[in-house]
Every structure is written in structure tokens, then in C-alpha cells.
């Protein structure tokens, strides 16, 4: 699932750098390399996973899944801050949108409070699953969820809502993945999700594309 | 959405705001429907004409003042398509181009 979420994010970049080609739009370029770290991280995450599995017999099976998370989960962290960059450098010409300052404050301070008790907790998102990762990725996606689905308010755009039912899903996967402890199942359904997210992006570039 | 239309016209927005009233005069239009189609003086049109000229995109018709009118090229068609596309994909997440 995670491949195929690879190869849209993958198209997903080439075209917003081909929008920052003929536009010359920097918005564009933050959007490519948003899709394109992405499309990285889950690229690493699913080669890492599948590893994993063909190797579960050795010892450094463990190792290489937990590496392609860490990897996966730091690509995701740049990623979606580029993307709100994005919004917020837009915004800054524009008019500044309400709340984005809270939804970019409050994950900042929960990894604080989070990391007030030992260096180790510090660390501890970024090798292994841990909820403090999946709450920081949570609010963020949370916040491009929200811009995208002002802009969809306003324009009332198929392609806007494709967007912000692409983000919406993806938000719902992060939700998903932070409940992973309780149900395993979760983390599957959570996976599904994340592919209809990407599935639903596509059908905006298929959209996008097919107008020329 | 809340975001508004930048302040001043970025260069590209100038060369795709020319390039549409051409296309909207049925690919014959005259420099004064340009000047007041894409909001532009006098000066600026001519800069701006000159400079689409040389990248192949419009071309120069008729030689009198009053005969002169501007066409898009082929090349000048497809780049519209082109940046149609990119808008409508911008638009999808939200940016103004």
C-alpha cells in the first residue's frame, strides 16, 4: 500500500516542480518538495518494511524496520511543515488565516512537556514508534487540513475538495496510527486510509492534467 | 479562501494576463484592447510585447498603427494550456499563482 502511496506522491511532486517550471511560483517548489520527501519516506518505509519481513529470521530485522520508520517519520515531520510554510509565507501576502498560529504552536508544546522528563524520551519518537511522533504529525497535517478545506469552503472547487478530502484522510490515518497500541488493527485500517488519501490526491492530478 | 490576489502582478502574470486577451479577442487583438485588457500603460505594453515577442509566443501582424494587431504562435497556445494547468492544480491546494 505504501508503494503505491509512493509512486502518486511521486507524481504529485513532478508535477508541482513542472507548475514551479512554468509559473515560477515558490509556493510550487515548497509543494514539490513536500510531495517529494514524502514520496521518499514512505519509498524507504515500505522497502525497510518489506525487508524487514524477507529477514525476519536475522537479527538486524528489527533494526532496518525501525530505521525506515525513523526515516519515514522525519521526512513526514519536513514535509508537512513545508507544506505549511507554504500557507503561511501565502498567507503573510494575504490575509493571515485564524488559528494557524495555535494548531503550529500546540504540538511544539506537547513534545516540550513531553520531553521534560529524561533525554531518552527525547530521542524515543524518532527511533521507535511513540505517540508523541504520531501527535506532532497528527496537528500537523491537521493544520493543512484545515487550510485546504477553507480554500474548499470558498472555491467550492472539485479539485479543492479532492485535496481536502486527500489531507482529511490522511489526518484520519495519523489519528489511527497514534491509537495503533490499542487494536493492531488500527494500524492496517490506518494504512487504508492513508492510501485513499493519496487515491483521492490522484484523482485531483488526473483531474488537474486532464484539462490540457 | 481567505487569501487574497498579491499586491503587484508577478512578470508571468503579466506575460499569461497579455496572452489571455489575445485569446479572448479571438486571437486577434490590437495593442490598445491589450493595454486596457490586461491593465498595463503604455510603456509597459511595449516592454512587455517586445519580450513575448522574442520568447515565440505572440507574433506581430500588420504594419501600420492601425492595421497592427497580435496573435498568439502555436507555441504561444500550448504554454496557456499548460499554465491552465498549473493554476487549476495550485488553485486544488489553495495558492494563487
Given at each position: 500500500?505504501?508503494?503505491?502511496?509512493?509512486?502518486?506522491?511521486?507524481?504529485?511532486?513532478?508535477?508541482?516542480?513542472?507548475?514551479?517550471?512554468?509559473?515560477?511560483?515558490?509556493?510550487?517548489?515548497?509543494?514539490?518538495?513536500?510531495?517529494?520527501?514524502?514520496?521518499?519516506?514512505?519509498?524507504?518505509?515500505?522497502?525497510?518494511?518489506?525487508?524487514?519481513?524477507?529477514?525476519?529470521?536475522?537479527?538486524?530485522?528489527?533494526?532496518?524496520?525501525?530505521?525506515?520508520?525513523?526515516?519515514?517519520?522525519?521526512?513526514?515531520?519536513?514535509a508537512?511543515?513545508?507544506?505549511?510554510?507554504?500557507?503561511?509565507?501565502?498567507?503573510?501576502?494575504?490575509?493571515?488565516?485564524?488559528?494557524?498560529?495555535?494548531?503550529?504552536?500546540?504540538?511544539?508544546?506537547?513534545?516540550?512537556?513531553?520531553?521534560?522528563?529524561?533525554?531518552?524520551?527525547?530521542?524515543a519518537?524518532?527511533?521507535?514508534?511513540?505517540?508523541?511522533?504520531?501527535?506532532?504529525?497528527?496537528?500537523?497535517?491537521?493544520?493543512?487540513?484545515?487550510?485546504?478545506?477553507?480554500?474548499?469552503?470558498?472555491?467550492?472547487?472539485?479539485?479543492?475538495?479532492l485535496?481536502?478530502?486527500?489531507?482529511?484522510?490522511?489526518?484520519?490515518?495519523?489519528?489511527?496510527?497514534?491509537?495503533?497500541?490499542?487494536?493492531?488493527?488500527?494500524?492496517?485500517?490506518?494504512?487504508?486510509?492513508?492510501?485513499?488519501?493519496f487515491?483521492?490526491?490522484?484523482?485531483?492530478?488526473?483531474?488537474?492534467?486532464?484539462?490540457? | 479562501?481567505?487569501q487574497?490576489?498579491?499586491?503587484?502582478?508577478?512578470?508571468?502574470?503579466?506575460?499569461?494576463?497579455?496572452?489571455?486577451?489575445?485569446?479572448?479577442?479571438?486571437?486577434?487583438a490590437?495593442?490598445?484592447?491589450?493595454?486596457?485588457?490586461?491593465n498595463?500603460?503604455?510603456?509597459?505594453?511595449?516592454?512587455?510585447?517586445?519580450?513575448?515577442?522574442?520568447?515565440?509566443?505572440?507574433?506581430?501582424?500588420?504594419?501600420?498603427?492601425?492595421?497592427?494587431?497580435y496573435?498568439?504562435?502555436?507555441?504561444?497556445?500550448?504554454?496557456?494550456?499548460?499554465?491552465r494547468?498549473?493554476?487549476?492544480?495550485?488553485?486544488?491546494?489553495?495558492?494563487?499563482?
Open positions: 500500500m505504501e508503494f503505491i502511496a509512493f509512486a502518486i506522491a511521486l507524481a504529485i511532486a513532478y508535477q508541482a516542480f513542472k507548475g514551479y517550471r512554468i509559473a515560477q511560483q515558490r509556493t510550487l517548489l515548497y509543494v514539490h518538495f513536500s510531495f517529494a520527501l514524502l514520496s521518499a519516506g514512505l519509498l524507504i518505509d515500505s522497502l525497510a518494511g518489506f525487508l524487514g519481513l524477507l529477514a525476519r529470521v536475522l537479527k538486524f530485522a528489527l533494526a532496518l524496520t525501525l530505521v525506515g520508520y525513523m526515516i519515514y517519520f522525519i521526512t513526514q515531520l519536513l508537512y511543515s513545508l507544506l505549511i510554510y507554504a500557507y503561511v509565507s501565502q498567507a503573510k501576502s494575504g490575509t493571515t488565516p485564524s488559528a494557524s498560529l495555535v494548531l503550529i504552536a500546540t504540538p511544539g508544546l506537547v513534545a516540550l512537556q513531553a520531553t521534560q522528563d529524561s533525554v531518552i524520551r527525547l530521542f519518537p524518532l527511533v521507535e514508534y511513540h505517540p508523541i511522533s504520531e501527535i506532532v504529525l497528527l496537528f500537523l497535517v491537521l493544520y493543512i487540513t484545515v487550510q485546504t478545506s477553507i480554500n474548499y469552503s470558498a472555491t467550492k472547487d472539485r479539485n479543492a475538495f485535496v481536502f478530502l486527500g489531507f482529511l484522510l490522511l489526518t484520519f490515518s495519523h489519528l489511527l496510527f497514534l491509537l495503533m497500541p490499542f487494536s493492531a488493527l488500527l494500524f492496517v485500517l490506518g494504512h487504508m486510509l492513508q492510501l485513499l488519501g487515491i483521492s490526491l490522484l484523482a485531483m492530478l488526473l483531474r488537474v492534467t486532464k484539462i490540457t | 479562501m481567505m487574497k490576489l498579491p499586491k503587484y502582478r508577478s512578470q508571468m502574470r503579466i506575460y499569461v494576463d497579455i496572452m489571455r486577451v489575445i485569446q479572448r479577442e479571438n486571437n486577434r490590437k495593442p490598445t484592447r491589450i493595454l486596457y485588457g490586461a498595463l500603460s503604455h510603456d509597459r505594453l511595449v516592454k512587455y510585447l517586445e519580450e513575448l515577442k522574442g520568447l515565440g509566443v505572440i507574433e506581430e501582424v500588420g504594419g501600420g498603427d492601425d492595421e497592427r494587431f496573435r498568439l504562435t502555436q507555441k504561444g497556445i500550448e504554454f496557456l494550456n499548460e499554465f494547468s498549473v493554476e487549476r492544480f495550485a488553485e486544488a491546494f489553495g495558492f494563487v499563482l
